[in-house]
């Protein structure tokens, strides 16, 4: 059972909006910054979003993070079919001394 | 080309022992901590061990803590992974992956680039 937690699933349309969440506590996401991780089917992950809302170069503004007291959230507006993949988010946990992962979502563009 | 590549991967029995290499190329290492992470099949991910770049700062999992070993080469720009006492759920692929910031930090803060991965299955 991860610390983090993610919904299992979700899945949209192409062109629509989805959004993910990442739950923690206070130990966690509540006092650290969060990052976001791509995984496409197959391939090693890939950095997305760091420090809660930013992007690394050449991640295009189609994807999205905020943060909100113990949560954090992963936006990504027109879904393309390319998208489709593992998404986790990750965080220290400052009281345990140790990385945290979600579970990760699985994202199905319809 | 900015990438990471790791080995040392393979099928061992339980109770055995491995080492994982991580070399770098194209990209500042030496300045960097150093994560390493692990896939089990069909599983998500599970961070593994950090090391600072100074070596002065080194973290475990609780499920590896006293078992696997983290070290490092800057002048190699290689990173180890010496695993000992292996379980059949430290099956899994391996990657290693960079911390965002350089500088000698309390702790990893974003991973990125990560390598390829190798597998390691352990199994009698």
């Known amino acids: 059972q991860s610390v983090l937690t993610q919904p299992p699933s979700v899945s949209a349309a192409p062109r629509q909006r989805v959004t993910i969440s990442c739950s923690g506590s206070?130990?966690?996401?509540?006092?650290?910054?969060v990052s976001w991780y791509q995984q496409l089917p197959g391939a090693a992950p890939k950095l997305l979003i760091y420090?809660?809302?930013k992007r690394p170069s050449g991640i295009p503004d189609r994807f999205s993070g905020s943060k909100s007291g113990t949560s954090a959230t992963l936006g990504i507006t027109g879904l393309q079919t390319g998208d489709e993949a593992d998404y986790y988010c990750?965080?220290?946990?400052?009281?345990?001394?140790?990385?945290?992962f979600g579970g990760g979502t699985k994202l199905t563009v319809l | 080309e900015v990438q990471l590549v790791e080995s040392g991967g393979g099928l061992v029995q339980p109770g055995g022992s491995l080492r994982l290499s991580c070399a770098a190329s194209g990209l500042t290492f030496s300045n960097h901590g150093i994560n390493w992470v692990r896939q089990a099949p069909g599983k998500g991910l599970e961070w593994v061990s950090y090391i600072s770049s100074s070596t002065r700062t080194i973290f475990y999992a609780d499920s590896v803590e006293g078992r696997f070993t983290v070290s490092r080469d800057n002048a190699r720009n290689s990173l180890y992974l010496q695993m000992n006492s292996l379980r059949d759920e430290d099956t899994a692929v391996y990657y290693c992956?960079?911390?965002?910031?350089?500088?000698?930090?309390?702790?990893?803060?974003?991973?990125?680039?990560w390598g390829q991965g190798t597998l390691v299955t352990v199994s009698s």
């Open positions: 206070s130990s966690d996401i509540g006092n650290n910054f």
């Open positions: 420090d809660n809302n």
């Open positions: 990750g965080t220290w946990d400052s009281s345990l001394s140790v990385w945290v």
């Open positions: 992956t960079r911390d965002g910031l350089s500088g000698d930090y309390g702790g990893p803060n974003w991973f990125d680039p």
